[in-house]
């Protein structure tokens, strides 16, 4: 927690770096010619005198920044692609009310900068910000905040900044502040004589509990030795008297302001006044290997073992990668513990003998970690391509690489993973409710460069990545096809039949829903209030085409739309090599009436409908399932207020879960698991089992293992279900609480009283009730609509409906004498705010009447 931010913008003397060195980071602006050094905690400071350059945003974070601040006029390119907590915005007092929530929440926090340090402003700023550092910068450089007015700042939830020119070590003029004195003012003791508990830390380990009054933590800050206030004697220099001395690196308050953390490095005997390394005993773990292995390199004999491994490099690599390739081979929880433990203990070795220290190792962990861009993470060939010798002795070993990943046996049973919720830990149980997905903010990163590719490129953009993804090199003009189309040939007549079939019912189901009448209340005499539903104009619809042609997903999204009234209905979805559409989804665009063909999938169909082509015609809304490429191009789409799209969901990968009692039949709820795990690799399927013998739940696997070898897309089935679990429960109440935690796509009830489950379900995007529901009705024809949130989003999404294809206008109508009734209750609330122009416009019209 920092309690102030200096701001260089001078070049300060090397004794005020190390002092702020000492109290948390420093704002570096980008554009400074000043040098700082790595070691200093930094936050980069680009203001609007620079340019946007995000490989330069991206470099400094890569390099060890903390943060970076940038312009609000930079938000729509930054938000999404950077972490959210490394990111701070400027605001000034003009347009510290512009930030969407989109934006707000895509950042740690906010620069405000300000003529005035007005605390009431601020606080005010602070709560649409809370749970975000708000940083606050004078632009008043003619004069210091005060002690008070930091204090204020501070207790207020915001953060002062002050240019280090206004700051000094020496005593404090009408122009500068002393660093200490600013440091120290915001401090509140809950004690009554004042001090400050502090915990005594070095390399993350606790060595001890003492008290700080603010006079030792000035001394502490300005000379960098271990103060403290001995409740007994006062000041308390450590190891003034016995040597055992320490530096501070780092001083740290708590989110209360009243409790200290210093980082120190202790020398001496230790910090313990019984001659120990910390008050709570002697060190242990690594903290005590690390000692151990700095005793020996000292004293070792010569001829011992560790002493040999001192100074015989070439023994001490092979035994590293000895350990390493036995640590590779472990299996069982306790085989990997032992060997990693030898591991640890010959590389640790190995950085002693080099001087390096665990903290010097946790620090390359922090940089590491504060890294933006990422390596592609694949081993070297001589990793990949090495076999390891199982005959060669464990003494000799010589780089033998971890087994190559076998393929996938096609005899190997094929099973889903057993856990009894019982006897799993509240982490465990977080871990199982969690998709086999990749990281949103990794996949937003990868599509980025092809919608923005599609964005500035257009159609010879979007045709590139077409023949690149889609494998179609045909489309030599254009991407798009317009109504009319012609009539599909080669459609089986019973394949168009049950396409008929199945419009009737969704038509029926969906036509239902749309709203025929306007809502129309009177809220007071005189005052009615109403609520009109109007089509979204242009609407554009994802039908995947990868590993399955799929008609059902375009009449799920286009009957709505047909039957809200949209006037531009375009249909994306990839083409066939040879440019052609499959027949069964041209029956159905027809049927639908389609404006509009795009013959492109993946993040490029996004892009082309939310940005529009020279051809493609800009959509306002984009509805579709798809792969975690699309999914992740829908949401980038849709924080750009370049594209202003919206989307349905982020629909990703489909999923099932099943609930069964021991009334099911296992070969049913064997063929409900399969019907989606068939979807795709990264699908996912549950099955919670309630109070099932051992012997039922070994015939449902069984069920799955024989069902799925006989099935077309068995190789598919083989990568999803072995990612997939089964999750035993004591009762159908505790099955519900997890499926609401999980909250699945689909959720299929094979239970004794399915119906009286039904009241129980909070979270799914379509239940599906009793053994006789299968989940494939609701995908083709039974008249519900398949497309739906996954990834756990149907806790805040629903399915797609007639009304998501809708938007809702309000309207009111006030009479005279409704205004007279309802005028002084808004002109009362307009002062509040202090928004004159508000009540002036109430009151000119009452003045009018009298």
Partial sequence: MSVLLPLLDGQPDEALLSVLRRIGPVIVPALSTQQISGDVARYILFDH?????????????????????????????????????????????????????????GVSGILIKTPTLDVDFISSISRFFTGRDVHVLSTNTSSVPSTSTLRELRRSGAIPVIPTSLLTLSEGTATQINVAEAFTAPLVSDRPDGLFTTVVTEDSRSLGLVYSSVASIKESILTGKGVYQSRKHGLWRKGETSGATQDVFRIRVDCDLDTLEFHVLQHGVGFCHLNRASCFGHHSGLPLLERTLQSRLAE???????????????????????????????????????????????????CTAAGVSIADIERSLDLKAKKVTRRAGNAKPQWINAQASSSTPKETAATPPPPPKKDIDPEAPIRMRTYNLAETTPSARAKLLKRPVLNSDAMIAKVRPIVDAVRTGGDAALLKLTAQFDKCTVLKDTPILRAPFHEPTGLDPSVQAAIDVAYNNVRAFHAAQAESTPLRVETMPGVVCSRFARPIARVGLYVPGGTAIL??????????????????????????????????????????????????????????????????????????????????????????TDALVSIDMPAGPSEVLVIADETCDPAFVAADLLSQAEHGVDSQVVLVAVGLPDSTIAAIEEEVDS?????????????????????????????????????????????????????LVQNAGSVFVGPYSPESCGDYASGTNHTLPTNGYARQFSGVNTQSFQKHITSQEVTADGLKGLGPVVATLADCEGLGAHANAVRIRLRSMQ
């Avoid at 974070?61 to 970076?68: H, N, P, R, S, T």
């Avoid at 490394?86 to 929440?105: F, K, Q």
């Fill in 707 to 759: 069902q799925a070898r006989a099935l077309p897309r068995v190789d598919i089935m083989r990568e999803s279900i072995p990612k997939s679990i089964i999750v035993k429960t004591a009762s159908v109440a505790e099955a519900l609480d997890f499926s609401n935690d999980y909250a699945p796509e689909h959720l299929i009830l094979h239970l004794r009283d399915a119906p009286g489950a039904v009241p």
């Fill in 49 to 105: 005198a620079a340019s946007f350059n995000l490989d330069e945003i991206v470099e400094q974070l890569d390099q060890g920044a903390e943060k970076v601040i940038v312009p609000l006029a930079w938000a729509k390119e930054i938000v999404g692609v950077l972490p959210v907590e490394r990111v701070v915005l400027i605001l000034d007092v003009n347009n510290a009310s512009a930030v969407s929530e989109t934006v707000r929440d």
């Fill in 551 to 640: 008609p059902s997903t375009a009449l799920m999204l286009g009957v709505p739309a047909q039957v809200a009234g949209c006037k531009e209905i375009v249909l994306a979805t990839p083409p066939r090599p040879d440019g052609s559409i499959s027949p069964e989804v041209m029956y159905v665009a027809r049927l639908v009436g389609a404006s509009a063909i795009l013959r492109a999938g993946g993040a490029q169909a996004v892009a082309a409908m939310a940005y529009g082509t020279e051809t493609v015609p800009k959509v306002d809304k984009i509805f579709g399932p798809g792969n975690q490429w699309v999914t992740a191009a829908k949401m980038l789409v849709q924080n750009d």
């Fill in 300 to 350: 070792a004999p010569e001829g011992s073992y560790t002493r040999r491994l001192f100074n015989e490099p070439a023994l001490l690599r092979a035994k590293i990668m000895e350990e390493a390739d036995e640590l590779c081979r472990a299996e069982s929880k306790e085989d990997i513990a032992f060997e990693a433990a030898d591991l640890i203990y010959f590389a640790l070795t190995k």
